[in-house]
């Protein structure tokens, strides 16, 4: 007999309607229509999904001989989901001094090649998984390490995890360091054997990943197009316009460009399933392009920061596409929370007159950024049959936090709080499936 668990707390997510456009910005404009919010809330996994969801008394007696778990007043809500990150990165995350080139030069490859040896990859791995659960993100379209058995290992490490994931080998063909670029045909091959063995295996999604127009060669990006065309379901990601004076270099190198992404769409690599990190510093005609190609926007504020790469316009964006979605881009990121991300987000725009309430920043990073993946079918809120991965928050988690949180008087100002102070300390749980898969001490 399947055993049901149920989850008692504070519970808050996106209904399946819910659009960038459509959630309420703020309580004044009353609108349940497109999200629950259950005080006192129950959820009821079953194998591993979501089977109910609702108030604790309208439950309470179909609960009566389930196995239950009463989280009190913290807040149960799905996973964070995480549009860029570099899973290779985590030793030189707060580096000091550089801009992105000279940062990918002085640190970045360096540290990149501990990955050509399995043992030292296997332990920076689970490091890395461990830390991404600690901050309640339970799904990621991640930058996997150059050689083999790295990557292989990683996508072992996901699926022992059961997390739904979207990674794939980098590749780089040119203009890096001999330790860290691999010629053309064995990034090829690389590729090649990981689709077989992992694409769409469990809950993982194989990701053509070129790091970037200045380190594949055009055969490379050719060889990705003509992937794409046998695996039609195949995501792609790269980085896109993050920085001025790379800018500059794709121009050089690509005299025949009309500008960065049409380098990439050269290669048929610019589709609906193509998340494009950065996008800082785009013209009107790839945003054009992006419209027209409903190519997903990877935005992360922390790392633009911190290598002072650019302010991202949201507001110019958004009058173009929707699609967009937050990255912590962990490496250049100097964090793998989503709350840093979300906090962040809005003072990027507040820094361009621009105000990105709590509620939408939220969707980014959850139901928002499933949507943009095509897995809305499968997670991203708590409608019966979605997948469990869900976390726990609590809002008192420090002195600080719980003195201000008592003095919310709705979600929008709860989730605001959160996003704004909040970090790995206030993830009490997160799950997997409906299995714990970290839990605070
Ligand atoms: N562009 C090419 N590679 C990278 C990388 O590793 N991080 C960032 N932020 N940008 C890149
Ligand atoms: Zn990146």
């Known amino acids: 007999m399947r055993t049901a668990t149920a989850y008692r707390g504070s519970i808050f ?16 404009e009353n609108d349940h229509s497109q999200y629950v919010y259950l005080e006192d809330g129950v ?60 940062w990918l030069d002085d640190y970045v490859f360096p540290g990149e090649s501990i990955y050509d040896n399995p043992e030292s990859a296997k332990a920076d791995i689970n490091f890395f998984l461990d830390h991404l659960l600690r901050n309640g993100t339970t799904t990621a379209v991640s930058y996997g390490p150059l050689f083999y058995e790295a990557a292989d290992l990683f996508f072992e490490e996901l699926n022992k ?4 994931f979207i990674t794939g080998n980098i590749l780089m063909d ?22 077989e063995k992992w694409n769409n295996k469990n809950r993982l999604s194989y990701c053509l990943s070129p790091r970037f127009a200045l380190s594949c060669t055009e055969e490379i990006m050719e060889l990705c197009g003509a992937l794409k065309k046998e695996h039609p379901d195949l995501y792609i990601q790269t980085h896109l316009d993050e920085n001025v004076a790379e800018v500059e270099a794709v121009k050089k190198e690509y005299p025949w460009s009309k500008n960065y992404l049409d380098v990439y769409n050269r290669f048929g690599l610019v589709t609906e399933r193509t998340v494009l990190g ?60 989503m709350f840093a991300v979300m906090d962040d987000a809005y003072k990027v725009a507040m820094l361009q007159n621009y105000k990105l309430p709590s509620m939408k920043r939220w969707y980014m990073a959850t139901f928002g950024a499933a949507k943009s ?42 989730l605001f ?6 970090d790995e300390k206030v993830i009490s749980a997160t799950y997997i499936l409906g299995e714990p898969a970290y839990q605070a001490v």
Request: one cysteine or more.
């Open 278 to 337: 950065h996008c800082i510093h785009l013209t009107d005609a790839e945003l054009e392009k992006m419209k027209e190609t409903k190519a997903i926007v990877s935005w992360c504020p922390i790392s633009n920061n911190f290598l002072g790469s650019g302010l991202f316009n949201v507001e110019r964006v958004l009058k173009y596409t929707h699609n967009i979605t937050l990255g912590t881009d962990w490496g250049g990121g100097n964090s793998l929370s």
């Open 373 to 414: 993946l095509q897995l809305d079918s499968k997670i991203g809120n708590f409608t019966p049959g979605k997948e469990a991965d869900f976390i726990v928050i609590d809002p008192k988690a420090s002195p600080f936090l719980k003195y201000r949180s008592e003095k919310v008087n709705d979600i929008f100002e709860l």
């Open 13 to 28: 997510y996106f209904k399946d309607s819910a659009t960038f456009e459509n959630i309420p910005t703020s309580k004044k």
């Open 43 to 102: 959820l009821i996994i079953e194998a591993g999904k979501v089977s109910a969801v609702g108030p604790y008394d309208e439950l309470k007696e179909k609960i009566k001989n389930m196995k239950q778990v009463n989280y009190g007043d913290k807040l149960i809500t799905p996973g964070f989901i995480d549009t860029h990150q570099h899973s290779t990165q985590s030793s030189i995350v707060a580096a000091y001094g550089e801009h992105l080139l000279e």
């Open 174 to 195: 040119k203009d890096s360091p001999d330790y860290l670029r691999l010629t053309t045909q064995d990034n090829y091959d690389i590729s090649k054997r990981l689709i």
């Open 417 to 422: 709080i959160l996003m704004t102070l909040g």
């Open 161 to 164: 995890r059961n997390m739904r």
